[in-house]
């Protein structure tokens, strides 16, 4: 069960009130069947903002909270939520070499802490995560990140394929985790634009998304359980980006 926190909102009045005033949604969980001129208005809410609405029985809303939550639940962010198409062109034109992190199906959100964290010391312009099936960026992603999410951009987009497809044809060089056609992390050149994409440690990077990497690094692993926690992952791949950037005489950020 989730504890009850200030990351939480019940009720419906009570988020649409908040969502008018402008406060950042993360995620609302919706009563199964519940319908209503109150709840049309909230779905228009949510499909205006990008919110992702869930569906779930009674039963998953009173583990989530004890509280009256009247058959709906909303998840506030504890950030401010980017999109790539913002973010990057204001990279070029500030003369940055643009340094990105993608998440494909990341959902523990320990791990999502750990890896803003070392996003944070390694210089990091922003990290990507979908809109569905991702992390929630709520009070425990912060807590778990030390604080480096308040340093940090977070781009939360619908459609990551469309996203890494725009960043390709800006010139950013898309390169996906795999043991499939690998190549070792080190014989890869990261001095130029670069997004790292990162999958889930259950099913990986998706096919969809792998098909729109332009090289897939691998790490290479001699034990016995051969998968290496995504958060340990990304901060080598990471370290090996800025190893190669401080080699080329530039400056990481």
């Not at 425990?140 to 940090?152: C, F, K, R, T, V």
């Not at 469309?162 to 996906?176: E, N, P, Q, W, Y």
């Not at 070792?184 to 096919?207: F, Q």
């Not at 992952?233 to 950020?253: C, F, H, K, P, T």
């Amino acid at each position: 069960m989730m504890k009850d926190n200030n990351n939480y909102i019940y009720g419906l009045h009570s988020i649409l009130e908040a969502i008018e005033a402008g406060r950042e949604i993360d995620k609302i969980f919706l009563r199964s069947g519940m319908t209503g001129v109150a709840v049309d208005k909230l779905l228009q809410h949510a499909r205006r903002l990008t919110v992702p609405v869930s569906r779930v029985p009674d039963a998953k809303l009173d583990r989530i909270t004890h509280r009256n939550h009247q058959g709906v639940i909303a998840v506030l962010s504890s950030v401010s939520y980017s999109h790539v198409e913002q973010v990057l062109p204001s990279l070029f034109e500030n003369g940055d070499n643009p340094f990105l992190i993608v998440l494909d199906g990341v959902t523990d959100v320990r791990n999502f802490g750990a890896i803003a964290r070392t996003c944070d010391c390694a210089g990091v312009n922003a990290i990507i995560i979908p809109e569905r099936g991702s992390v929630t960026v709520g009070a425990d992603a912060m807590q778990s990140s030390a604080g480096a999410l308040n340093h940090i951009e977070v781009c939360r987009e619908r459609n990551l394929v469309a996203t890494l497809r725009l960043m390709k044809d800006s010139g950013v060089k898309i390169i996906g985790t795999s043991d499939r056609n690998p190549v070792t992390y080190t014989d890869i050149d990261y001095t130029g634009p670069v997004a790292l994409v990162l999958g889930s440690e259950r099913d990986g990077i998706s096919d969809e998304v792998m098909k729109m990497c332009d090289v897939r690094a691998t790490i290479p692993e001699f034990g016995h359980i051969n998968s290496l926690n995504v958060s340990v992952a990304a901060g080598i791949l990471m370290y090996e980006v800025v190893r190669q950037r401080l080699n080329d005489g530039q400056r990481v950020s």
